[in-house]
């Protein structure tokens, strides 16, 4: 049986550039309350899924195939997660006037991986199919404020529940954004 799916936060935010045609506009944008994931929470939380592998199972697999990825991304070689997406090593490279002078020591800055999500077999995770197996819910908004840090300006963002920021807005002798 799969756990309770939680909903997908989404927090509004103002485009407060002057330059924009969207000034003013309100967007959505991804909200979470935790950090990322952590491998080990990953293998906790498959582990908990009721699964007929114990965890020591689970984490031995995740161990291994994480160990096999990067030793095939680090030879050059994509890696394809079937119902997931694709790991493609990419190269950061600066370019030379000719064949002769290229030297990778040199001129290779750096190896990136790309990740290109699944978009066959109906997983669709890049498109607005993926929406909707979503649960959507909106959990607040970010504001901006300016403070001064020393001599510093600086740019703080900060996050109200929907009912705090409107109350923040009905009464401004309570608002501390802006400035």
């Known amino acids: ?18 330059d924009s045609t969207a000034f003013g506009k309100w967007f959505g944008r991804t909200y979470s309350t935790s950090d990322t994931l952590s491998l080990r929470g990953l293998i906790e939380r498959v582990a908990f899924d009721q699964s007929v592998y114990s965890r020591d199972i ?61 978009n066959t077999k109906g997983e669709q995770l890049t498109s607005r199919k993926f929406r909707d197996q979503c649960t959507l819910q909106l959990a607040g908004v970010w504001t901006k404020r300016n403070i001064t840090v020393g001599n510093k300006k600086k740019v703080v963002r900060e996050f109200f529940t929907l009912a705090d920021y409107k109350l923040n807005q009905e009464h401004p002798a309570n608002n501390n954004q802006g400035g």
């Open 58 to 118: 689970i984490e031995g697999v995740i161990d291994r195939l994480t160990t096999v990825m990067t030793e095939l991304l680090t030879s050059g070689e994509s890696v394809k997660w079937d119902g997931l997406g694709t790991f493609t090593p990419y190269v950061e490279s600066t370019g030379t006037n000719d064949v002769e002078s290229y030297d990778v020591n040199v001129n290779v800055k750096g190896i990136h991986i790309r990740f290109i999500p699944e």
């Open 1 to 18: 049986m799969a756990a309770a799916k939680l909903p997908f936060q989404i927090a509004l935010e103002q485009n407060t550039n002057d």
